[in-house]
T-cell receptor
Framework: EAQVTQNPRYLITVTGKKLTVTCSQN?????MSWYRQDPGLGLRQIYYSMNVEVTDKGDVPEGYKVSRKEKRNFPLILESPSPNQTSLYFC?????????????FGPGTRLTVT | LAKTTQPISMDSYEGQEVNITCSHNNIATNDYITWYQQFPSQGPRFIIQ???TKVTNEVASLFIPADRKSSTLSLPRVSLSDTAVYYCLVAFNQAGTALIFGKGTTLSVSS
């Protein structure tokens, strides 16, 4: 089954404790992206990647890091989480090219930073 | 920087046609305008995309004027299961790789 998986689905952590949220897709998509979703603000892009070893900042990259060492994986790293990073996070992937944005989204990771 | 504007909410009744408009300025000239649907506790799901004029698929139509400064998602004969949040999506860099969602329109369908 074609899908995007994220782990963990739920995470409660404390300020300053480094964490990684994993994202993996099995569709051989070039483009992958991370979003955060907050009430009243909709979905905002954090980082995106056009292919292996190619990453770039989205709309709200501060406090986050990403890496793309393999085509299928795109982990999101919070090196020193803060309470304002409490949010619902989505990973997405899509084939690249032709100006199309038909993205496939993962199920989401709900992060709480206390 | 591109900016998108959508109505916050809309109400409808079963069987009616619903039109949701998104205004977007400074979008990439060569890329599609895309719409997504999201149910609670799920990731967004692709509905439809288009570049200009009109596109129709089995669930919706998308109308895009020649200036591409707005787009209208049309849902024919909505049902209770169409109650969801609807987002438009555009690119805000000319490479078409950095994306921005609208803040979403919550559609409530009643019987």
């Amino acid at each position: 089954e074609a899908q995007v998986t994220q782990n963990p689905r739920y995470l409660i952590t404390v300020t300053g404790k480094k964490l990684t949220v994993t994202c993996s897709q099995n569709m051989n998509h070039e483009y992958m992206s991370w979003y955060r979703q907050d009430p009243g603000l909709g979905l905002r892009q954090i980082y995106y990647s056009m292919n292996v070893e190619v990453t770039d900042k989205g709309d709200v990259p501060e406090g986050y890091k990403v890496s793309r060492k393999e085509k299928r994986n795109f982990p999101l790293i919070l090196e020193s989480p803060s309470p304002n990073q409490t949010s619902l996070y989505f990973c997405a992937s899509s084939p690249l090219g032709g100006g199309s944005y038909e993205q496939y989204f993962g199920p989401g990771t709900r992060l709480t930073v206390t | 920087l591109a900016k998108t504007t959508q109505p916050i909410s809309m109400d409808s009744y079963e069987g009616q046609e619903v039109n949701i408009t998104c205004s977007h300025n400074n979008i990439a000239t060569n890329d599609y305008i895309t719409w997504y649907q999201q149910f609670p506790s799920q990731g967004p799901r692709f509905i439809i995309q288009g570049y200009k004029t009109k596109v129709t698929n089995e669930v919706a139509s998308l109308f895009i004027p020649a200036d591409r400064k707005s787009s209208t998602l049309s849902l024919p004969r909505v049902s209770l299961s169409d109650t969801a949040v609807y987002y438009c999506l555009v690119a805000f860099n000319q490479a078409g790789t950095a994306l921005i969602f609208g803040k979403g329109t919550t559609l409530s369908v009643s019987s």
